[in-house]
Structures are given as C-alpha cells and as structure tokens.
T-cell receptor, first 111, second 113 residues
C-alpha cells in the first residue's frame, strides 16, 4: 500500500515568507508526528497528533510554528516569517500504534 | 533531558569488513530502536530492543541492548554497499510520553565496493 507522502519535496523561500508543508499519512493511522532534521543533528520532535485528542505541541520551537490535522488525516505544518535557522528537512511520520512510518521529508531552504 | 550519543559519527569501510556502531546514554531507557535512513528518504525502523542484555539478529545485523538499558550496539558482518546509510538510535523520552522519541545524531556509514 501507499506510504506516507509529503509535499513539496523541496521548498526554497526567502527569509520572512510563510511556508506550508503537507503530510498525507498512511490511511487508518491515528497518530501523526512532525520532526525536524537539521544538518548534523538528530531528529527533533515537533508535534504529535493522536485521534481527536489535543495535540502535543511541546516540541514546537517558537510561536512561528503551527500545525493542524484536518479530519484525522492530512496534516499541514506552517512556518510563519521564516528564518535562515529554519532550514532543515521536515519529516512526517504516522503510526497505527507503536511503530512510526516516516515520509521522505520536505527539504526547506530559507535564503 | 535524555540524550543519546552515537559513535562514531562517520564510518567509511570496504565491502566485506565488519563494523560496530554504538548508542550510549547516562539514562535508562525502557526500550531502544534502531533506524536506517537513506539519502532523500525517511528513517526506516530496523529493530526494537526492550530487555536488558537482549540480542536480536536481522540477517547480517546484530543488535544488543546493554544489561543496564543505557546503551546499545549494532554490529554488521561482511558489510555490503547496500548497508550504506545513516543509522539512528532512538528511545522513548522521559516523562511517560512513550510516543515521543529522542533520537541520537546518527552514524553515517559508507560501504565502498
């Protein structure tokens, strides 16, 4: 079956612009995660959605970052007023329970 | 904050050689996971170890969880170019949130033909 998909695969933007990154999880997976992977760094947890529960936003680095999940499926990560330090690969993962299945990521470059 | 330290950071070897990479922490983890990430892809789970002293084998890959559940190792026998990738270890973050994983920075392995 289809895996986790993310779009766009690459995004180049100018400092100060807003960006939206999209994640389509595996159908039926109730949990969805966003991570950030910067050069030379491990994966950094950003946010977690589980069913209809309130999301765990404890990993969001600033109030410029937000995410939503509509209808328990597709999720969008929004970064407002992007900064150069936001440049990274943003990974999405979904899970039925336990094992996380990762998408290929969106590489964001802020000029 | 629980930290996972991975070593070495980089490893370049010839096809057929054996290697071991390490994942260490000063904290106890209820379980540890190992992932492999290839360029342009997301991490893929290889194994989860949950019992101190546990050894799991996956073809040429052998995973061990330390007795005290603070460290783990991955040993690859007769490495092949297809083993090339970033190897990441991860464990549940402290505070009871088992869904939230802490990742190490990874070991970037290159196997040359």
């Amino acid at each position: 079956g289809a895996g986790v998909s993310q779009s766009p695969s690459n995004k180049v933007t100018e400092k100060g612009k807003d960006v939206e990154l999209r994640c389509d999880p595996i159908s039926g997976h109730t949990a969805l995660y966003w991570y950030r992977q910067s050069l030379g760094q491990g994966l950094e947890f950003l946010i977690y959605f589980q069913g209809n529960s309130a999301p765990d936003k404890s990993g969001l680095p600033s109030d410029r970052f937000s995410a939503e999940r509509t209808g328990g499926s597709v999720s969008t990560l929004t970064i407002q007023r992007t900064q150069q330090e936001d440049s990274a690969v943003y990974l999405c993962a979904s899970s039925p329970w336990g094992t996380q299945y990762f998408g290929p990521g969106t590489r964001l470059t802020v000029l | 904050t629980q930290l996972l330290e991975q070593s070495p950071q980089f490893l370049s070897i010839q096809e057929g050689e054996n290697l071991t990479v390490y994942c260490n922490s000063s904290s106890v983890f209820s379980s540890l996971q190992w992932y492999r990430q290839e360029p342009g892809e997301g991490p893929v789970l290889l194994v989860t170890v949950v019992t101190g002293g546990e050894v799991k084998k996956l073809k040429r890959l052998t995973f061990q969880f330390g007795d005290a559940r603070k460290d783990s190792s991955l040993h690859i026998t007769a490495a092949q170019p297809g083993d090339t990738g970033l190897y990441l270890c991860a464990g549940p973050a402290s505070g009871g949130s088992n869904y939230k994983l802490t990742f190490g920075k990874g070991t970037l392995l290159t196997v040359n033909p």
